[in-house]
């Protein structure tokens, strides 16, 4: 189970912007957990990328991150 793992680092594209690269290494690290916990949640599936709202908010001294994003099952054909 992902989210019981130890998360691994993953190589990340070249960018010379910190918190473009941290925001990457976020997605490498926990992406295979969350991509499990979603599936334990909504089956299986992905979070459309088309119409989502993304937020970032300050709470004090740390930064609050929010995806609002559809999800679409996967169909077969």
Do not use: Q, W
Request: aromatic share 10%; net charge negative.
């Amino acid at each position: 189970m992902a989210t019981t793992a130890m998360p691994l680092r993953t190589d990340f594209p070249l960018t010379t912007d910190p918190f473009k690269y941290r925001l990457m290494e976020l997605v490498g690290v926990y992406g295979d957990a969350l991509r499990e916990r979603c599936n334990e949640l909504f089956g299986d599936g992905i979070l459309s990328a088309i119409d989502c709202v993304v937020k970032l908010e300050k709470k004090g001294e740390r930064g609050v991150l929010t995806i609002d994003a559809k999800f679409l099952h996967y169909k077969e054909y």
